[in-house]
């Protein structure tokens, strides 16, 4: 039998509610979160006025197809499973990997899909901000899965300024941790200021160093740990808060 033979879970979670569970510890074993895709405005929200920054606006409508997501930020035991080497300034097998470019998130998951033969990849913008939001779930909450920020992320006010073990504050509406603190989680578009015009699964601009990045980190103020707020780094930059979370096609 093959060394890399595992059986994976896709753990369909569609409601609300969903209890803490421990990360799986089969390495391989990676927790999948179903999000039903839906149509939603994707941008600032008004109600929370001037948390929000331009590049957050226009609002546009934007369209998305299913696929599934982590329901946790990828582990540091799982990156030096699949790589050989850690590369985080905070080290621990349940904390996230950080400290990582987007060019090595990209690299991992090359060689994580072919490890597993499955087809993993980083989220679009779009699909990170949807499954923030709660998806089809979504109760138009500030921060993913509340109002109040120390219910559901890792931030500046009470991280004691690291990073922390994933799946220890309470889910989203979808049952996903920690998509806002901890660590900031690369996404494979280059980075653009919003246009206006309405768009089914978008893929960002064709050109540009800048990759966007998304859900704010360990260090970051309240404002930046919001669901809309958007961030950007070259794409070769390695970043000391920033992870990655997986999404797969449904």
Known sequence: MKKYLVA??????????????????NILDISMVLVEGGTFEMGGIETYGEQCYPDEFPKHTV????????????????????????????VGDSLPVDNISWVDAKTFIYELNKMTGKNYRLPTEAEWEF??????????????????INDVCWCDGNSGRKTHKVGTKAPNELGIYDMGGNVYEWCSDRYAIYKAQEQIN??????????VMRGGSWRSESRNCRNTYRSSEDYEARILNCGLRLVMDY
Do not use: C
């Open 8 to 25: 994976f879970a896709l753990t369909l979670l569609t409601v609300a509610g969903v209890s803490a569970q421990e990360p799986t510890k």
């Open 63 to 90: 369209t998305v197809d299913d696929y599934y997501i982590g329901q946790y930020e990828v582990t540091q035991e799982l990156y030096k499973f699949v790589m050989g080497y850690n590369p985080s300034h905070f």
């Open 131 to 148: 499954a923030a939001r709660g998806g089809r779930w979504s109760k138009g909450l500030n921060y993913s899965g509340s109002d109040n």
């Open 202 to 211: 978008p893929q960002g601009p064709d050109y540009g160093k800048a990759r």
